[in-house]
């Protein structure tokens, strides 16, 4: 994957839809969430025609309290999971995410949780909700174990959808960084479903 990526939420649509391209340009993943499921699974496709799926993503139970989003790729193989952190996630995200045994073995945490709290706040107002995307900017960083940093997820400012970037911070290799953007894609549906 070229790098920084771009995570655009098409925020009018019925189901949530999220495009993901590199710096390039090229189309590197699609996903278009269903509505009203009561276990939630996400597929995840190479581009908008939903042609070829590059993987899916299930929750390991129905109600999303510290719930285990699997990662599965085409061929049904597990390679990896996220996991919010209960009561840890109330004031700001955090997320475990683990490897394809389970293992934990990365975090994702807000940098600065104040900017989504204020994010959160001001995007309840009528009106004023929509222009909350050009003041606040929340970062959420992705950290493996010994505390290196390997992805950064930065909301960019937006009108009238979410805009996000990913940067690669350190070298790691493809089915991290695959796991990484997978854990990234779902984090940021559950973290909008909250607000």
């Not at 989003?69 to 004031?91: N, Q």
């Not at 709290?117 to 001001?122: C, G």
Request: charged residues 25%; glycine residues 6%.
């Amino acid at each position: 994957m070229q790098y920084p990526l771009s995570m655009v939420f098409k925020i009018f649509a019925l189901a949530p839809q999220i495009y993901v391209r590199d710096a390039s340009g090229g189309m590197v993943c699609y996903v278009r969430q269903k509505l009203f499921r009561l276990k939630e699974a996400v597929n995840v496709f190479t581009d908008e025609s939903q042609k070829q799926k590059l993987c899916e993503i299930r929750a390991d139970r129905m109600i999303d309290w510290s719930a285990s989003y699997h990662f599965f790729d085409a061929h049904g193989e597990p390679f990896g999971a996220v996991r919010r952190k209960g009561m840890r996630s109330l004031w700001s995200a955090h997320y475990e995410v683990l490897d394809e045994t389970n293992r934990h073995y990365a975090t994702i945490s807000e940098v600065n949780p104040m900017a989504k709290v204020m994010d959160s706040m001001l995007g309840e107002i009528p009106i004023l909700g929509l222009l909350t995307g050009y003041f606040f900017h929340p970062i959420y960083s992705l950290k493996d174990n010994s505390g290196r940093e390997l992805l950064r997820l930065t909301k960019r400012r937006a009108f009238l959808e979410g805009k996000f970037t990913i940067e690669k911070a350190a070298e790691c290799d493809e089915v991290d960084e695959l796991r990484g953007l997978m854990a990234f894609l779902m984090m940021s549906l559950l973290e909008r479903a909250r607000g």
